[in-house]
Structure formats: structure tokens, C-alpha cells
């Protein structure tokens, strides 16, 4: 049985509580809040774990075997680098720190410690995203053009980071993993209304290898409730509504064919096609509880995960670089050697499951 400890129990903590405690590989054995009202309600919940406002109480291997990082942006890279160097498997939410040196560090400290670090990327944990990744994979869609999403809601408003660290993980995360690849470039521009320097609506750029491109619009400051991406082939489209309760992802049999080659304005003419459009069965589970099974998984029998540091950095990488243009004029900031493929799995401790 993992001993496991939830640091963190505000806006996300208690849903990562909610599953853990009911997952038969493990046991919540410590609880840290820094609010003693959340420590005590959640304490009632887990009678049993040691409840504790100090981070240092629950990293340690005496109390724990994992830990599970629901805390503040700003305190991931702080706590994750003492859990790792405790020899402590360690799950940290999005995004995994707030520069990409931060990521390398924590990365190099799973390493050496043989002990596995796991990046909270809950929707690549899906069943919708991975109907679409099966749907870019099988050549059903054709080649890649572009891929376009929006993450907008009326708040909750956030004070540590701006929108763009905030909804951002999400989309870039998924794009990254649709994409199979790193963006060689990234542009973002934005507002502040709320709180300077503390941008509440953000668009992103990506670009691509081999002439594609990522469009991502994110807000806290919106009347509507959106979650939907569009990913645009050369043969087929698709579209993934999260809200949707029922037909989550829709293909539609559309395409533009241009002419292959022209001598004139004249003579361009382009031909549309309109087929079916079909919603694929989707076999659904919960994705939060699919990623923490996965990531006992990964404790118990030493597997690389999904979302593991590499992962996580280059997402924190992409959204360096936003931040860095929506500073500098909205420019394009080039990621260089950005593509983190082929990497070997790390070596790490197994623990028997007892």
C-alpha cells in the first residue's frame, strides 16, 4: 500500500483527495494546508493522516512513499526539489514550475534519487484527447494544418499568475501532444484589467514544424463557459467540445482542395467538399482518476509516465516564451533545440504495493 501525502488543499487539492481516497494502491497518510479551517474539515475526512500546516512534517520517507503537490505556482519547484531529494515520488500539478531552469533542476533530482516525477497534465488523461490523438495518428484527418482552441470563463480570478500560466497548461499541453512536437516559435499578446501585470486574457501563437501552426485564447474575463478546440486537416476536421455532455468530439468530412498549380488569378479555382460528420464513441472515465492511477502505476513498478519531467518542461517552455513576448512587444520568441523526443526512461525505485 502507498503511503501518500496531499500538500495543498484549496481550489484542486481536494479533488485529487477525493480520488486518492478512493483508490485501493493507496493511502492518504498526511494532509498539509496552510489554512487551519481546510486542514481541519478535510482532517475529519481522513482521520487517520497526519494534519499539518508545515510542508516539512509530510516530507519525510517515514511518513510518506509519494506526495501529491496541489499548492501555489510559485511553491511547486520549492516543495517538488525537497520531496525528490527525500526520495519521495512526487506528483505536481500544472504547470511543474515557473521557468524552464526550475524543470531541468527537478528533473535531474528525480534522477539521481530514482524516484518518479509525475506532471499533473490531467486532460492528456482523456478519453476525448485521446480519440483525437487516435484520429491524427491513423491519417484519418490528413496531414496537420493548424490547431485552435479557447479556454474562457467568468473567473475564478487568480492573484499568483496571470491567465496565461493559469488556462494555458491546458491546451498547450494538449497541442504539444497532438502536434508531436515542440513549436519552433511562440507569440502572445494580452491584457491587464483587473491587476497590473497580471494579464486576465491572453492569445497565444505557435508555430511549428512543417507549416503548422497552434492558435490558443484564453480569459477569465468572459461571459461564456468554453472549452473547445479545433484540430483542421487536409482531408477531414475536428472539434472537441469539453462542455458538451454527450458528443464530446465531432469529425466533419470537410475539406478546401486548391489546384495544383496555376498560370493565372484567373484560372485559381478551388473545390469545397462536404461529407458526413459523425461523433465517435468515446469510452469515458474519469480523467483525474485515470491519472492518478496511472501515476501509482508508475511508483509501483517503475514506468516512465505519460507526463513525466520532460513533458513538463516543454510545456513550461512554451509559456516562457509567451510571457517573455507579451512583455517584449508580442514579438515571436524562438525556441531553440525545443523537440524532447527519444528520450531513455529514467531508472526508478519500485515499490511494492503490501
Same mark, same amino acid.
Given at each position: 500500500?502507498?503511503?501518500?501525502?496531499?500538500? =495543498?488543499?484549496?481550489?484542486?487539492? *481536494?479533488?485529487?483527495?477525493?480520488? !486518492?481516497?478512493?483508490?485501493?494502491?493507496?493511502?492518504?497518510?498526511?494532509? +498539509?494546508?496552510?489554512?487551519?479551517?481546510?486542514? $481541519?474539515?478535510?482532517?475529519?475526512?481522513?482521520?487517520?493522516?497526519?494534519?499539518?500546516?508545515?510542508?516539512? $512534517?509530510?516530507?519525510?520517507?517515514?511518513?510518506?512513499?509519494?506526495?501529491?503537490?496541489?499548492?501555489?505556482?510559485?511553491?511547486?519547484?520549492?516543495?517538488?526539489? %525537497?520531496?525528490? $531529494?527525500?526520495?519521495?515520488?512526487?506528483?505536481?500539478?500544472? *504547470?511543474?514550475?515557473?521557468? #524552464?531552469? $526550475?524543470?531541468? %533542476?527537478?528533473?535531474?533530482?528525480?534522477?539521481?534519487?530514482?524516484?518518479? /516525477?509525475?506532471?499533473?497534465?490531467?486532460?492528456?488523461?482523456?478519453?476525448?484527447?485521446?480519440?483525437?490523438?487516435?484520429?491524427?495518428?491513423?491519417?484519418?484527418?490528413?496531414?496537420?494544418?493548424?490547431?485552435?482552441? #479557447?479556454?474562457?470563463?467568468?473567473?475564478?480570478?487568480?492573484?499568483?499568475?496571470?491567465?496565461?500560466?493559469? !488556462?494555458?497548461?491546458?491546451?498547450?499541453?494538449?497541442? /504539444?501532444?497532438?502536434?508531436?512536437?515542440?513549436?519552433?516559435?511562440?507569440? +502572445?499578446?494580452?491584457?491587464?484589467?483587473?491587476?497590473?501585470?497580471?494579464?486576465?486574457?491572453?492569445?497565444?501563437?505557435?508555430?511549428?514544424?512543417?507549416?503548422? &501552426? =497552434? &492558435?490558443?485564447?484564453?480569459?477569465?474575463?468572459?461571459?461564456?463557459?468554453?472549452?473547445?478546440?479545433?484540430?483542421?486537416?487536409?482531408?477531414?476536421?475536428?472539434?472537441?467540445?469539453?462542455?458538451?455532455?454527450?458528443?464530446?468530439?465531432?469529425?466533419?468530412?470537410?475539406?478546401?482542395?486548391?489546384?495544383?498549380?496555376?498560370?493565372?488569378?484567373?484560372?485559381?479555382?478551388?473545390?469545397?467538399?462536404? =461529407?458526413?460528420?459523425?461523433? *465517435?464513441? /468515446?469510452?469515458?472515465?474519469? *480523467?483525474?482518476?485515470?491519472? +492518478?492511477?496511472?501515476? !501509482?502505476? +508508475?511508483?509501483?513498478?517503475?514506468?516512465?509516465?505519460?507526463?513525466?519531467?520532460?513533458? =513538463?518542461?516543454?510545456?513550461?517552455?512554451?509559456?516562457?516564451?509567451?510571457? #517573455?513576448? !507579451?512583455?517584449?512587444?508580442?514579438?515571436?520568441?524562438?525556441?531553440?533545440?525545443?523537440?524532447?523526443?527519444?528520450?531513455?526512461?529514467?531508472?526508478?525505485?519500485?515499490?511494492?504495493?503490501?
Amino acid at each position: 500500500m502507498i503511503r501518500i501525502g496531499i500538500l =495543498g488543499l484549496g481550489y484542486w487539492g *481536494p479533488n485529487l483527495a477525493r480520488v !486518492l481516497g478512493g483508490l485501493d494502491d493507496c493511502r492518504v497518510t498526511a494532509i +498539509c494546508d496552510r489554512s487551519s479551517d481546510r486542514l $481541519q474539515r478535510y482532517a475529519r475526512l481522513f482521520p487517520d493522516a497526519l494534519a499539518t500546516q508545515e510542508s516539512d $512534517q509530510i516530507l519525510d520517507r517515514d511518513v510518506v512513499d509519494a506526495v501529491v503537490i496541489a499548492t501555489p505556482t510559485a511553491t511547486h519547484y520549492g516543495l517538488a526539489s %525537497q520531496a525528490l $531529494q527525500q526520495g519521495i515520488h512526487t506528483f505536481v500539478e500544472k *504547470p511543474l514550475a515557473t521557468t #524552464s531552469a $526550475q524543470c531541468e %533542476q527537478l528533473i535531474a533530482l528525480a534522477a539521481d534519487n530514482k524516484v518518479v /516525477l509525475f506532471v499533473g497534465h490531467v486532460f492528456l488523461y482523456s478519453a476525448p484527447v485521446a480519440k483525437l490523438k487516435e484520429l491524427v495518428t491513423s491519417g484519418e484527418l490528413g496531414d496537420l494544418y493548424y490547431i485552435s482552441s #479557447s479556454r474562457l470563463n467568468l473567473g475564478p480570478v487568480r492573484h499568483d499568475v496571470n491567465a496565461l500560466w493559469d !488556462l494555458a497548461p491546458h491546451d498547450i499541453s494538449i497541442m /504539444l501532444d497532438l502536434m508531436d512536437d515542440s513549436p519552433v516559435s511562440v507569440s +502572445c499578446a494580452g491584457l491587464a484589467y483587473l491587476k497590473d501585470e497580471v494579464h486576465d486574457v491572453c492569445s497565444l501563437a505557435l508555430h511549428f514544424h512543417k507549416k503548422r &501552426m =497552434g &492558435m490558443i485564447h484564453v480569459s477569465w474575463l468572459d461571459p461564456h463557459k468554453k472549452r473547445v478546440m479545433t484540430v483542421v486537416g487536409s482531408k477531414k476536421m475536428a472539434i472537441y467540445d469539453d462542455i458538451e455532455p454527450l458528443e464530446k468530439i465531432k469529425v466533419y468530412d470537410h475539406s478546401i482542395d486548391a489546384p495544383p498549380h496555376t498560370d493565372s488569378f484567373g484560372e485559381f479555382r478551388v473545390s469545397y467538399r462536404y =461529407g458526413d460528420t459523425y461523433s *465517435p464513441r /468515446l469510452e469515458e472515465v474519469e *480523467p483525474l482518476k485515470a491519472e +492518478c492511477q496511472s501515476f !501509482l502505476r +508508475c511508483v509501483i513498478d517503475g514506468s516512465r509516465p505519460r507526463t513525466d519531467g520532460h513533458n =513538463g518542461l516543454k510545456v513550461v517552455r512554451v509559456i516562457e516564451a509567451a510571457q #517573455s513576448s !507579451l512583455h517584449n512587444g508580442n514579438g515571436r520568441i524562438e525556441l531553440n533545440g525545443a523537440a524532447l523526443r527519444g528520450l531513455a526512461a529514467p531508472e526508478v525505485n519500485k515499490l511494492a504495493v503490501v
